[in-house]
């Protein structure tokens, strides 16, 4: 059974920094990619950044461009999140997801088959 878990959500002020990380278990688990979705009640679940193992390469939302950066460790299954000059819209629920087979896009939700429980970030202005 493959198990992801978050850590590093919080409450932050404008402008200030986080950094979320997020470990993959499981009996001989290994990801074609890993990253980061972000819900919240009136725009439901959207994707933040991610990383494709395969080549290292990364992919962002227009909104977490220039602010967010994605990184990790496919041999230790980690992925991590640092999340710079944070905004109030940038509050949510951050989602670490994880893909075992190739996927075409990378940035939607119903591609991944594995979840974390979710931290919640919280900006304030």
């Known amino acids: 059974q493959v198990q992801l878990v978050e850590s590093g959500g919080g409450l932050v002020q404008a402008g200030g920094s986080l950094r979320l990380s997020c470990v993959a278990s499981g009996d001989t688990f290994t990801s074609y990619a890993m990253g980061w979705f972000r819900q919240t009640p009136d725009k439901g679940r959207e994707f933040v950044a991610a990383?494709?193992?395969?080549?290292?390469?990364?992919y962002y939302a227009d909104s977490a461009k220039g602010r967010f950066t994605v990184s990790g460790n496919s041999a230790e299954n980690t992925v991590y999140l640092q999340m710079n000059s944070l905004k109030p819209e940038d509050t949510a629920i951050y989602y670490c997801?994880?893909?075992?087979?190739?996927?075409?896009?990378?940035?939607?939700?119903?591609?991944?088959?594995?979840w974390g429980q979710g931290t919640q970030v919280t900006v304030s202005s």
């Open positions: 997801n994880a893909e075992r087979f190739t996927i075409p896009t990378i940035q939607r939700a119903d591609e991944y088959d594995y």
């Open positions: 990383v494709r193992w395969s080549g290292g390469a990364t």
